[in-house]
């Protein structure tokens, strides 16, 4: 089955053109014009990756964002016209897995595509359950559980905490992070590490401002407490 | 060559102007003063000296006349008061000389000839003479001629009260002279600098706007004569910086506007690269030179778009901590010219930096591309630690650059001279003018000096003050 990307998009050239460059890597691609055609199309059909453009016409890209992450725990990537702190930050805080920055080259856009579809790697394969206290990993099924509660975590947060999983303890810097979940190389931006941090205690945390599971090591990364 | 005029300041010609109008002013007065209450004291003296040894003339006269002896003449004499004490009185009997007990003015030793002549020759008013003793005291001597015994009457009056009188209002002048010309010149000083004072406030405020505080204005005051001054400056300091705003404004939107078609132009340039094979060889040829220059058009709204979000001040730094030596590895891992080498001090291998990774990455790869543009790739990299800072220098063995061009190369577009530039590749312009802008904001200072290790190329010294944290 062909993988889906549904692209957000109201100037009809870009679409256009992406659709035929991501149609070339052998992706099939539904284009929307607007937010509200976006859910629409979200809601009838199915689709595997959600490419969005923050400045839209009527609903903007971050609420189209917030709206899908509702209903689903698809990759999600965001299309911003500047890199400053604010765009990216808020793009990522309503649930983009990622972003880009206009303009950006086709090869870009394939490469955090492909970053974001690939499976989730289980570090220890003779190990089916990771236990951490009341926290426990089901790497080959993709489910985490606390207190006995079923999680649900996009795939982006999965595989973060699934690498930090992979060897309890020891601190990971952002840009390992960064090459292992997003596939970027070192001078990937950081702040995707952070913003996922933080919605992934937000989520397995009993108080997420006093993590016991994901530690902050100040100045060097991060780590999973045994 | 001409010599150049030496000015001074407009200041100090000022207070030179009214510290000597003071003193000439001061001069005249005290000159005036001096003279007027001198001769008004020595005519005083004299008018007084000729009353009283007119009185006394006579009455040595009449006791000559009445047949007086010698010795009742000396104590007549003796007892004769002067206009002054120290007048003495003296006589002359044929031709005996009898003076005043005790002798003060030895006569006729002590006594102009002249004088002598002239009463002598006079028929009844005297005569007058001023004129210094043989010991310098000054003395007024005046003479009369007696009817009877061929006497004459002489009385001398020491002028030397005068004299002190009158060197003491000298000095006293003097210095009151000297007062005046110090105040006029403390005056002088304090008014130019009064007057001054709006001048320099002038150049203060032109100086912050050529440093690039665009809203730097001066205060209007309510002085109408410099209102309009202040007015004026403000015009062109407002039209100044409306005019730098809108130029800003307008590369920005400019670059704004090209992203969308550049988004376009990118995605479908990449549609027909994956075809190329299918392509005529002239179409698969002007494929590559679209695809070439379309990269370097990229690079250059990228550069543009990040040089006005510093003119709109909207860039604030994205700080992190992370490994400064594995930093720089990969800086230079990233660089097509592999022959840069990186050379630190083995203390510094572990130590972490608080830095804008990106921008800092964008600051040394500048500068590795533009040796790489300029002078056949940088030859080294030395990074070293001063105190909590770090200086980052990007070495090559290029043509180097000339003092003249060194502090303009970080201006916007600003290209080196033709010399050492390596085949069509030229970078954007805005490649230095990025990095000085990116250092500025971390607070350090970017320049570019000679490559004095080899003798040959130019030395890029990127300054960082306390990033080592």
């Known amino acids: 089955m062909t993988t889906k990307i549904l692209v957000v998009e109201d100037d009809e050239r870009i679409r256009t053109a992406v659709r035929l460059a991501l149609e070339k890597e052998g992706w099939e691609v539904l284009e929307a014009a607007s937010g509200e055609e976006a859910l629409e199309i979200f809601q009838n059909q199915k689709c595997d990756i959600v490419l969005i453009d923050i400045m839209l016409p009527g609903i903007d890209g971050f609420e189209v964002c917030r709206s899908i992450r509702k209903m689903s725990d698809l990759p999600i990537v965001m299309v911003t016209a500047r890199d400053d702190t604010h765009d990216v930050v808020a793009g990522l805080e309503a649930g983009a897995d990622d972003y880009l920055t206009k303009p950006f080259a086709p090869k870009e856009l394939s490469a955090r595509i492909r970053a974001l579809l690939r499976r989730v790697r289980i570090p220890t394969p003779n190990l089916s359950t990771l236990e951490f206290g009341d926290l426990r990993i089901l790497p080959d099924q993709g489910q985490i559980i606390v207190n006995g509660k079923t999680i649900h975590l996009t795939r982006t947060e999965f595989q973060l905490l699934v690498e930090l999983a992979s060897i309890p303890g020891r601190v990971f810097s952002r840009e390992e992070l960064l090459e292992r979940v997003w596939g970027k190389d070192y001078f990937g931006d950081g702040r995707l590490v952070d913003v996922h941090v933080r919605r992934l205690r937000k989520k397995i945390e009993p108080e997420d401002t006093k993590p016991r599971y994901v530690i902050t090591v100040r100045g060097f990364g991060y780590k999973l407490k045994n | ?469």
Not at chain 2, 292 to 302: A, G, I, K, N, Y
Not at chain 2, 312 to 341: D, H, I, K, M
């Open chain 2, 1 to 469: 060559m001409e010599s150049r005029r030496k000015t001074l300041r407009l200041r100090a010609r000022l207070t030179l102007t009214f510290g000597l109008g003071a003193l000439l002013l001061t001069s005249v007065l005290s000159v005036l003063t001096y003279l007027l209450v001198r001769s008004n004291l020595i005519e005083n003296r004299e008018q007084s000296a000729l009353s009283v040894a007119s009185v006394n003339a006579s009455q040595a006269e009449r006791r000559i006349y009445e047949g007086a002896t010698d010795k009742a003449v000396r104590d007549f004499l003796s007892n004769l008061r002067g206009v002054r004490s120290e007048s003495t009185p003296l006589l002359r009997l044929e031709t005996d000389w009898i003076s005043a007990d005790p002798v003060v003015f030895e006569a006729p030793g002590s006594l102009n000839s002249d004088l002598l002549t002239a009463v002598s020759d006079s028929s009844s008013t005297g005569a007058e003479m001023k004129y210094k003793m043989d010991d310098g005291t000054p003395v007024l001597v005046i003479g009369f001629p007696l009817t009877t015994r061929n006497a004459l009457y002489f009385e001398a009056t020491p002028l030397d009260d005068i004299e002190d009188t009158l060197s003491s209002l000298s000095n006293v002048l003097r210095l009151v002279s000297a007062g005046i010309c110090l105040f006029g010149i403390a005056l002088g000083s304090w008014a130019s600098r009064r007057v001054l004072l709006p001048v320099e406030k002038v150049g203060q405020t032109a100086r912050a706007i050529a440093v690039g505080d665009l809203a730097a204005r001066l205060d209007v005051g309510n002085d109408p004569d410099l209102a309009t001054l202040a007015t004026s400056f403000n015009q062109m300091a407002t039209n100044l910086e409306e005019r730098i705003e809108a130029d800003a404004k307008f590369a920005s939107n400019v670059s704004h506007e090209l992203r969308s078609p550049l988004t376009t132009i990118l995605a479908s340039i990449e549609i027909l690269n994956s075809d190329k094979h299918g392509l005529e060889e002239s179409s698969q040829l002007a494929l590559d030179l679209l695809n070439e220059d379309l990269e370097r058009f990229h690079q250059l709204v990228e550069d543009l778009l990040e040089i006005s979000r510093y003119d709109v001040s909207a860039n604030a730094l994205t700080l992190e901590r992370f490994l400064l030596v594995e930093f720089l590895e990969r800086v230079v891992e990233q660089n097509p010219s592999a022959e840069t080498r990186l050379e630190f001090h083995d203390e510094l291998t572990g130590i972490r930096i608080e830095a804008d990774k990106r921008r800092l990455a964008r600051v040394i790869s500048n500068l590795l591309e533009n040796a790489e543009y300029y002078a056949n790739g940088a030859t080294c990299i030395e990074v070293l630690r001063i105190g909590d800072g770090l200086s980052i220098s990007v070495l090559d063995n290029g043509p180097g650059i000339e003092p003249n061009e060194r502090s303009s190369i970080f201006e916007r577009f600003a290209r080196g001279s033709e010399g050492g530039r390596r085949g069509s590749g030229t970078g954007t312009g805005l490649g230095l003018s990025l990095v000085a802008e990116h250092v500025k904001l971390h607070g350090g200072s970017v320049a570019v000096t000679e490559n004095s290790k080899d003798g040959v190329g130019s030395k890029f010294t990127v300054n960082l003050p306390g990033v080592i944290r």
